[in-house]
């Protein structure tokens, strides 16, 4: 089992950054693959970046692509997603997931969540 906890939403105004983090519980963490999804207010949850257990690959939707940096520290039971050049339309709840299938953007692949952060860009 796994529990996740997200953090490091906010206010930003656009054009900034943010960090969040997900801290995870349990001693398998680093053989999960560790996903980022978002959903915004009156759609549905989508995919933003994905991350090997190792780190060493990763995955991106196109939206986000260049802007966005997901990375890991398995030491710390950790998963981060960097944000920059942050746009209105980034606005929403962001989830962190556990999953075991390799960088998978299909939200039915994770098996835990978090219970999601709320980041806002103003404009």
């Known amino acids: 089992q796994v529990q996740l906890v997200e953090s490091g939403g906010g206010l930003v105004q656009a054009g900034g950054s943010l960090r969040l983090s997900c801290a995870a519980s349990g001693r398998t963490f680093s053989s999960y693959t560790m996903g980022w999804f978002r959903q915004a207010p009156g759609k549905e949850l989508e995919f933003v970046a994905a991350i090997t257990g190792s780190g060493g690959s990763t995955n991106y939707a196109n939206s986000v692509k260049g802007r966005f940096t997901i990375s890991r520290d398995n030491a710390k039971n950790t998963v981060y997603l960097q944000m920059n050049s942050l746009k209105p339309e980034d606005t929403a709840l962001y989830y962190c997931?556990?999953?075991?299938?390799?960088?998978?953007?299909?939200?039915?692949?994770?098996?835990?969540w978090g219970q999601g952060t709320q980041v806002t860009v103003s404009s």
């Open positions: 997931a556990g999953g075991r299938s390799c960088l998978s953007v299909i939200l039915e692949d994770y098996n835990y």
